[in-house]
Antibody, heavy 124, light 109 residues
Framework: QEQLVESGGGVVQPGRSLRLSCVASGFTFSSYGMHWVRQAPGKGLEWVAFIRFDGNNTYYADSVKGRFTISRDISKNTLYLQMNSLRTEDTAVYYC?????????????????WGQGTLVTVSS | EIVLTQSPATLSLSPGERATLSCRASQSVSSYLAWYQQKPGQAPRLLIFDASNRATGIPVRFRGSGSGTDFTLTISSLEPEDFAVYYCQQRSNWPPTISFGQGTRLEIK
């Protein structure tokens, strides 16, 4: 069973940094691209970042480009999101998400499964 | 940027009734559209991808249709566990852009 467990959320002041982690299990982590998706309290979903299976390609939403960095450590089955220069509008639950694979194909930009999320609150 | 607009914002129905949820794109996304279900306090889960394909383990009462700019998620006969928020998502310009609709809340009448 594919499982994703996020950690690292908390309360941080504007302008500071935070690093989120996501430990993957139940699948071959090194073979699949991974995403971060966030959800502000009471709001909808916003895609944040993606890293391909080999780490050689990364993509970011315009709202976080230049401030956030997605990375992965294959030896630890762990996905990271380094968040710098945090803003109050970055307050959200951050979900770690694997790209979806059906019985026949994998799709980079469909999301499933999702972790349970970790809450990041940016406030002074 | 492609904007997805979902309607209605809230849909009030009873168990056993048929639900029809709409998602409209600001420009054509071909068939690159998905639907997600999110229950309170839980992460979303994928229901439909490529507009009409059910994801693994999704009951047949969930059906997706449409192409271009107009899409529909139909739940043929509502079960108590179907009351949740539903989001559509497009990947037409991937990489690097992905966008979600604002959601439709399906509540018990």
């Amino acid at each position: 069973q594919e499982q994703l467990v996020e950690s690292g959320g908390g309360v941080v002041q504007p302008g500071r940094s935070l690093r989120l982690s996501c430990v993957a299990s139940g699948f071959t982590f090194s073979s699949y691209g991974m995403h971060w998706v966030r959800q502000a309290p009471g709001k909808g979903l916003e895609w944040v970042a993606f890293i391909r299976f080999d780490g050689n390609n990364t993509y970011y939403a315009d709202s976080v480009k230049g401030r956030f960095t997605i990375s992965r450590d294959i030896s630890k089955n762990t996905l990271y999101l380094q968040m710098n220069s945090l803003r109050t509008e970055d307050t959200a639950v951050y979900y770690c998400v694997k790209l979806y694979c059906s019985s026949t194909s994998c799709y980079e930009a469909w999301f499933d499964p999702w972790g349970q999320g970790t809450l990041v609150t940016v406030s002074s | 940027e492609i904007v997805l607009t979902q309607s209605p914002a809230t849909l009030s129905l009873s168990p056993g009734e048929r639900a029809t949820l709409s998602c409209r794109a600001s420009q054509s996304v071909s068939s690159y559209l998905a639907w997600y279900q999110q229950k309170p306090g839980q992460a979303p889960r994928l229901l439909i991808f490529d507009a009409s394909n059910r994801a693994t383990g999704i009951p047949v009462r969930f059906r997706g249709s449409g192409s271009g700019t107009d899409f529909t998620l139909t739940i043929s006969s509502l079960e108590p566990e179907d009351f949740a928020v539903y989001y559509c998502q497009q990947r037409s310009n991937w990489p690097p852009t992905i966008s979600f609709g604002q959601g439709t809340r399906l509540e018990i009448k």
